[in-house]
């Protein structure tokens, strides 16, 4: 891509968008079209045709969804569903009705079957079940890479999508129940420390595994997929490496500095028993992560304290 390229970054104030802005800035490009919420509602069609019409970007990366963890997405499955079929229809179709060349969608690993054999790759997509936890988000995900699959497939648009794995570091999103394992962990753990409460209750039995990938890594994967000039119709992103939610919430405990007992809630959903995608395929085109998880997760919790100090944390 050319960094003279005006690049729309939908969703760019959350944690995945500004990661892209950081690294797109980085790498030279000056061009970005920026819009809140509010300036843009992506489930409003026709203000999504208006700004197509205005601003006719040269490349569209849709960052944009209604995210969340387990109990956000048992909780609000109809508006998960809706709000992320919405923004997916709205974009893409609006992205060709303006001639938009060049478009990726981001989706999620929570679209492959629950039952896939492991480490998960691209080929395991409609072979099974989902995950019930998560399904009403897994279908509109899955809806935005064929949305992707089949502009490209019948208007020939460079149209196509990225499933990244769990995602963590700056700007996460750290609410106390809607929020995904790892901010969640952090917060907690720091809180229990800060009040001196002698244990932290976590969710399962601490045996599921997952892949944590940090963000500015899919940032530099986006990056890298839209300058490619025949990506594939959708990839993987991740580590290619899991680990158990044991031996996370142990280092996490470390880095908080937290002194006390650690006890597992079995009584509680704790989703998939392993979640580990291949990365193969992304890896051939040249791609592949620098943060290990551990660093990546001591960076993270110094970034939530300082967006604690400035009072920007996101909850
Ligand atoms: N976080 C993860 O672990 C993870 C893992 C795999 C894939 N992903 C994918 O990565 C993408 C970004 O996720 P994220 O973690 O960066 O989420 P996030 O931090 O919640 O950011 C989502 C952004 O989308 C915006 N948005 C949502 N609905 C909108 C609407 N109707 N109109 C305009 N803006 C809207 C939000 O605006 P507000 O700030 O105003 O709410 C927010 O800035 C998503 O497609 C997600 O599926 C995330």
């Known amino acids: 891509m ?39 509602d992506l489930c409003n069609g026709r203000a999504v045709e208006e700004f197509y019409r205005k601003e ?5 990366l849709v960052a944009a969804a209604r995210v969340g963890g387990i109990h956000a ?23 060709h009705r303006h001639g938009v060349p060049r478009l990726l969608f981001l989706g999620s690993s929570c679209i492959y079957p629950r039952s896939a054999s492991q480490p998960m790759s691209e080929d395991c997509l409609l072979t099974g079940p989902l995950e019930p936890t998560n399904e009403a988000y897994a279908i509109a995900k899955i809806a935005g890479l064929k949305l992707a699959q089949f502009y490209r497939r019948q208007h020939g648009v460079l149209f196509h999508s990225a499933m990244p794995t769990n995602l963590y570091g700056p700007g996460d999103f750290y609410h106390p129940t809607n929020s995904h394992v790892l901010p969640a962990m952090l917060r907690r753990f720091h809180e229990a420390r800060e009040q001196g409460a002698p244990q932290v209750t ?101 970034n939530y304290l300082q967006e604690r100090a400035e009072g920007r944390l996101r909850e």
């Open 2 to 40: 050319n960094p003279e390229t005006p690049i729309f970054i939908a969703g760019h104030g959350g944690m995945v968008g500004a990661a892209v802005v950081r690294e797109l800035r980085r790498q030279g490009f000056s061009r970005l079209l920026l819009r809140t919420r509010f300036e843009l």
């Open 202 to 302: 976590l969710w399962g039995s601490g045996s599921p595994r997952r892949e944590f990938l940090h963000v500015d890594d899919l940032a530099r994967a986006c990056v890298h997929l839209m300058s490619l000039a025949d990506p594939p119709d959708w990839v993987n992103v991740g580590t290619g490496t899991d680990i158990s939610i044991r031996e996370l919430a142990e280092h996490v405990r470390d880095v908080t500095g937290y002194g006390g007992e650690l006890v597992w809630d079995t009584s509680r959903p704790e989703g998939t028993p392993r979640k580990l995608l291949c990365i193969d395929r992304i890896a051939a085109t040249g791609w592949s992560p620098r943060i290990e998880w551990r660093e990546g997760v001591a960076r993270t919790y110094q």
């Open 73 to 95: 997405n048992q909780t609000y499955p109809a508006e998960f569903i809706r709000e992320n079929l919405a923004i997916a229809l709205n974009l893409i179709h609006g992205a």
């Open 56 to 60: 006719r970007p040269g490349a569209v």
